[in-house]
Every structure is written in C-alpha cells, then in structure tokens.
C-alpha cells in the first residue's frame, strides 16, 4: 500500500528527460583505464545540506565528502547494518535501502536512481520510472536532489522525503576580516566590560575591547562557561538577555522551560517571550547615557586620583625633589667634597 501511495500518476507522469547535458557513464568497476589518469588528482568535495522549502522538510546534519574518481556513494535508508564512510544514509521510510549513487569522474559530480520505487527527483524532474534503474545525470553546484515524496503528508518526520542541495566543489569557508569584525562587534555589545577588565587584570595583561595582545600575539578569547571551548566566527551563538553568551547548541538543553530562562552563569531569571519593541531612537539614548555616565565615571576617578595624590604628598615635596638641602652656601664645592674624601 505504502508503494501505490508513493507512485501516484502525479508522479509517475512527469518528464524524465535530463535537466542538462548528460552521457551514460560506465559502472565505477568498468572503464579503469580512465580512473588510472585521474587517481593522482585532487578529490572532488561533496557537501550536502537540508533544502529546506517548508515546514515540514526532513531536517538531517550536514554531510561531507572529499570524492575520488575511484569511490562510489550509495544513498539509502538508515540501517545499522550498513556503516560505512562511502554509504549515505536517512532516517526516512520513503527513502529505499539501495535509492540512488552519486560518483565522481574528471571532476565532476553524477547520479542515478538505482531501482528505488519512490522515485529520485533532480530539480523537480524524475529520473527514472518506479523500480527502473536511471541513466547518470550531470550534478551541477547548487542542484537540489530529492528521494521518495511524502507519504501521509509527512505529517510524521519519518515519513518525509529527502530534500538537499547539493554543494560542489565550494572553497572553505575562510575567516575574512568582514567575520572577525561582525564577531568583535558582537563581544563588545555582549560582553560585560567588567568581566573582560577583571579577567585581563587576573591575567596580567592590557585589555583592548575584549581581545589582549602581547609582544607575542597572544590573544585571549571568551569561552563557553557550558563546553569551555572558545566561542569564535562561524558558530551559532545564544546571548542572554544578562548578556552573557554561549554556543546555541550547548545552551539549548537550558531551554526546556521556554520561554523561561534561567542564566548557568548568574543565575539570572529571563522571559524570552518578553517584548522585543524598541525603536532606534530608545537605543540611541541609551548609547548617549552609557556614555554620559562613563565620562562622569571617569572623570571622578581622575579627581579621586588627583586628591590622593595630594593626601599622600607632604608640604614641600612637589617642590623639594632633592633630599639634600637646595642652598648653595650650605653645600660644599664637589672639588672641597672629592678632596675631603
């Protein structure tokens, strides 16, 4: 019953003409005359994420692969059974054990519906008809793959199809000065400038808006109260109405009573549900007050200085830096001095 509902004429009635350019491959087992010149080269990168187009997309974690001309990928159903590093897997009832393979060849990306009787859709086109095996179609950076469609209306997680979008060949993300920048701008609105001022103060070293430096280039991080790992660009960060900061990730487990929180740091209590309505305006001012009060912070201090000073001084110090008597009649010549000696 559940593979009727799969194939409903729907489905099976689209198109399963390519949507590009494409020639049948040979099997990975065949043609190994032309894998020998590409061995030696560069393997291919692979990285598959969710598509996520609705609400009810089958949200998986973020696969990665570094593809040779020799290695074959086979997507399926998630079994314990079969673990292997070239076996791509979902935990997904639509989604056949043996569904589909994706290959590399001369630095290019391919797949094929092996067989499976929901179906493999690449930009919406079908591959092949139920239970018929596909032709290679040419995979392209930014191509959206899907396994199987909906069964029930995917009301049930585990009866969703496989959405994902295909990244090839993508450089690495890289930390550009635009990252460091957003994420140092991030610390210094974060984190409370007590905290950064005490801790340098402990380390023995200047602060500069959260980072120190050193003649060596030591730089100080913040961490992570909760996993102690240091929070950096790139990372899905929580910040706490008390403005402190974690890993959204090692934060989210605090987040079973939502929307009530309650800071592992000071303990804090927080309404995440609280309202969020302020203008621009309302912030502006209070940019202008932190400011004020900051200058009239400092300016007491300067005076608080300045009067200890004054205590600590006694009458004629600032005046007498010499403890020997400043009168020249009463001082000896150096010659008389040397010569007394």
Same mark, same amino acid.
């Given at each position: ?71 074959? *990928?086979? #997507?399926? !159903?998630?079994?314990? @059974? ?6 791509? &897997? $979902?935990? +997904? ?72 979008? *295909?990244? #090839?060949? !993508?450089?690495?993300? @890289? ?6 920048? &957003? $994420?140092? +701008? ?156």
């Amino acid at each position: 019953m559940l593979t009727a509902a799969l194939t409903s004429p729907a489905t099976s009635s689209r198109s399963f003409t390519a949507p590009s350019e494409t020639r049948n491959i040979p099997e990975t087992s065949d043609g190994n005359n032309n894998n020998r010149n590409t061995l030696g080269s560069a393997p291919c990168h692979l990285r598959i994420v969710p598509h996520l187009d609705s609400t009810r997309s089958l949200v998986f974690g973020i696969i990665e692969r570094d593809v040779t001309d020799d290695t074959l *990928l086979k #997507i399926g !159903r998630f079994t314990d @059974k079969y673990i292997s590093p070239t076996r791509i &897997t $979902f935990k +997904s009832k639509v989604v056949s054990r043996g569904h589909a393979e994706i290959w590399a060849k001369n630095g290019k990306f391919y797949i094929r519906d092996t067989k499976s009787s929901s179906g493999t859709f690449l930009n919406h086109a079908r591959l092949s008809p139920p239970n018929q095996e596909s032709r290679p179609f040419l995979l392209t950076d930014g191509d959206v793959v899907q396994l199987g469609v909906d069964y029930q209306g995917g009301t049930e997680e585990i009866y969703r199809c496989v959405r994902m979008r *295909l990244e #090839i060949n !993508r450089p690495a993300k @890289k930390t550009t000065t635009f990252s460091l920048n &957003t $994420f140092q +701008s991030l610390r210094n609105m974060t984190t409370p400038p007590n905290n950064v001022s005490i801790l340098d103060s402990a380390m023995g070293c200047h602060s500069n808006s959260g980072i120190r430096e050193s003649n060596d280039q030591d730089i100080h991080v913040e961490e992570c109260c909760i996993c102690l790992y240091a929070l950096a660009p790139f990372q899905c960060l929580f910040v706490a109405p008390c403005s402190h900061t974690f890993h959204y990730k090692c934060v989210t487990p605090l987040l079973v009573n939502h929307p009530g929180f309650n800071c592992p740091l000071c303990r804090s209590y927080a309404d995440l549900d609280a309202s969020v309505a302020v203008e621009a305006s309302e912030v502006m001012e209070m940019y202008k007050r932190e400011k004020q009060q900051a200058n009239a912070l400092g300016a007491s201090t300067s005076i608080a200085m300045a009067a200890s000073t004054l205590i600590d001084t006694k009458p004629g110090d600032s005046i007498i830096q010499d403890p020997q008597p400043t009168d020249s009649t009463m001082l000896p010549p150096s010659s008389s001095l040397s010569s007394d000696s």
